[in-house]
């Protein structure tokens, strides 16, 4: 007997739902199980998936392996295919208490009829958010605010593993940090795969803003919430006035900005052009002025030009970037981008995306040398480095509490950390 052994690739969501999977294979009784949780966001990554199954298969020889996630909901039977799995199961199905339930019949619940468990994704209206109480260190939870995306960029697989938009009820949102923050969290996390649609499919279609408000409103208790990824184009009128007015709400924001050139962007299908951007930016910092920003952005889109990437380049200093996530561009099977004829270079992609990492370790360096000498309250996440509000790394040569918010004067830098006297 062993209890169920989980691999997670890609995203946060995706982590935060292998441990509402935990939860219900325990519920279940399942043992001599080992679970992978895949990612579809490139071809590279649905190539770790196998990858990783493959190892898993000769270290657990015994086990049934069960394959879901975005690459299990996308394409079933490149994964059921594989004699190394046993059973795919999608996206809906991983979070529903039955599916593992049955699993707990015994080994009859294999058949070829069963093998392959992946419904039309397209047909879900609700999320399943609500199933663990946040995830994380024991200082910071992660929640789960929203599922899906209505958007179709033309670059993108992930509405086809996600489904469509739906969104955690404000009050279910709100019960669930209240409880968050009763268990001694002091920092919450709203986590989304298109965060700032939240809202559209409830009655009234609140915005984003709205819940950030009311969380803050309700749960006085709460010193510190963050928000992950979103799409500055949709911001609504309430987070901009909780960034000026709420310093709960941490001024650090992750934008999904994907390239710095208007052509580009249009052929992507993104809804916002560069200088959308770049005046978000200036506003968001206008309110608060300590905002920093992190960003998504590809390099080597199909078409891309030299002149097109400089404008990313640019966009990087005109925005004042500091967290970069630089994705090299891959051609992803079942996209629209796949189909564009003039495809770059892979050489090129690569030389681009080293270079706009290059420009992101300057801008980190840069935002580094600024804090010296500044007080920052910081959140330990262990006995030796917290995070900034602005979700930087520092570092503590004594020994602190994980968990706890501490008052910290910056007096070096340390590689990419900050060090508190």
Not at 3 to 25: D, H, I, Q, V
Not at 59 to 78: F, L, W, Y
Not at 275 to 281: L, P, Q, T, Y
Not at 370 to 398: C, D, W, Y
Request: aromatic share 4%; glycine share 8%; proline share 4%.
């Amino acid at each position: 007997m062993s209890a169920p052994k989980f691999t997670t690739l890609g995203c946060r969501l995706n982590a935060y739902e292998t441990e509402a999977m935990k939860e219900l294979s325990q519920q279940a009784g399942l043992d001599n199980l080992v679970v992978v949780n895949t990612c579809a966001v490139t071809a590279e990554a649905v190539r770790k998936s196998r990858q990783e199954i493959r190892r898993l298969r000769r270290e657990n020889p015994d086990a049934r392996i069960v394959v879901t996630g975005c690459a299990a909901q996308t394409e079933p039977e490149t994964f059921a295919q594989m004699g190394e799995v046993d059973t795919v199961i999608g996206n809906t199905e991983k979070m529903q208490a039955g599916t593992w339930q049955r699993m707990g019949k015994g080994p009859d619940f294999i058949g070829e009829t069963e093998k392959v468990q992946v419904d039309d994704i397209m047909s879900v209206t609700e999320t399943a958010g609500h199933l663990i109480d946040g995830f994380g260190s024991r200082s910071r939870a992660y929640v789960q605010v929203q599922n899906g995306c209505d958007h179709r960029c033309t670059f993108c697989i992930i509405p086809y593993g996600r489904g469509n938009s739906r969104s955690v009820p404000a009050g279910v949102v709100v019960d669930q940090i209240k409880r968050l923050v009763d268990k001694g969290y002091n920092e919450v996390v709203l986590t989304g795969v298109d965060l700032t649609s939240w809202g559209a499919d409830q009655p009234g279609q609140p915005k984003l803003g709205d819940l950030v408000m009311r969380i803050l409103k309700l749960v006085p208790d709460l010193p510190r919430l963050r928000i992950s990824s979103i799409d500055s184009i949709e911001v609504d009128e309430n987070l901009m006035l909780a960034i000026a007015t709420e310093q709960r709400l941490m001024p650090h924001l992750h934008l999904s900005l994907q390239h710095g050139d208007d052509l580009i962007l249009k052929r992507m299908a993104r809804r916002h052009l560069r200088d959308d951007a770049i005046r978000f930016c200036e506003e968001a910092r206008k309110l608060r002025p300590e905002m920093t920003f992190g960003a998504d952005i590809i390099a080597g889109f199909p078409t891309e030009t030299d002149a097109h990437f400089e404008n990313s380049v640019k966009l990087v200093e005109q925005c004042d970037l500091t967290w970069l996530h630089v994705f090299p561009y891959s051609k992803r099977e079942g996209t629209p981008a796949a189909k564009i004829p003039h495809q770059v270079n892979g050489a090129v992609i690569k030389e681009r995306a080293a270079r706009l990492r290059a420009v992101g370790e300057k801008q980190v360096q840069r935002h580094l040398a600024a804090q010296i000498g500044r007080s920052h309250r910081v959140l330990m996440e262990n006995q030796h480095m917290g995070r900034t509000e602005q979700f930087t790394e520092v570092t503590f040569a004594t020994a602190q509490t994980e968990g706890i918010l501490i008052d910290a004067t910056i007096v070096d830098i340390n590689g990419s950390q900050l060090v508190a006297a």
